[in-house]
């Protein structure tokens, strides 16, 4: 049987074409659909990326809270105490210790260690309010919690207290 020109071209044509959705089927078709699917992610990240890129611009310009000076250490440890006592804290002991530098920050900090009686409460809020006093910035380091001997209620804790100072006699912002 004796192949024509015709018919051979029809059968290269006809295994080119089949060739094609074979490839289409197997590799292009799983390809466009990774392609959605991560295109989909991507505009996801691209839009946190702008919403971050906003919140970033709003805060730009804003001020921020000036860190205290070493003159102003003992209003920020007042305020410290003020907000403490408002949460009926009991401050058994508050003993500030030499200014150092952070190694980490670079910035001068003024440990502050202290021992607490509170119930649970009163002492969860106390330490939530430290990120909102207006005088200082303040990290909590070496936190020992324990019940108070003889009561089911109290708790007895010692931390200390790393108050950032600003390089400045003047704040830092």
């Known amino acids: 049987m004796e192949i024509t020109r015709q018919r051979l071209i029809t059968f290269i044509l ?31 990240v691209e839009e946190k990326v702008r919403q ?12 921020l809270k000036p860190l205290v000076t070493e003159g102003e250490i003992s209003l920020a440890i007042e305020e410290l105490t003020r907000r403490g006592n408002e949460k009926k804290i009991n401050f058994v ?10 190694e980490k920050s670079g910035y001068k900090v003024l440990p502050i260690e202290m021992e607490l ?7 969860g809020e106390f330490l939530g309010l430290l990120d909102e006093l207006e005088r200082s910035l303040v990290k909590v380091e070496a936190l020992k919690i324990e019940t108070k001997t003889g009561s089911d209620s109290l708790l007895s804790a010692k931390l ?12 830092h912002r």
Do not use: N, W
């Open 52 to 63: 971050a890129r906003e919140l970033i611009q709003a805060y730009r310009g804003k001020v």
């Open 14 to 44: 006809g295994g080119m074409s089949a060739a094609t959705l074979l490839l289409y089927l197997v590799f292009y078709r799983p390809f466009l659909h990774d392609l959605k699917v991560h295109g989909s992610e991507c505009r996801t």
């Open 117 to 123: 009686e509170a119930d649970y409460k009163s002492l």
């Open 93 to 102: 002991a508050m003993s500030p210790q030499p200014i150092k530098k952070s």
């Open 160 to 171: 200390t207290a790393y108050m950032i100072l600003s390089e400045s006699s003047h704040g």
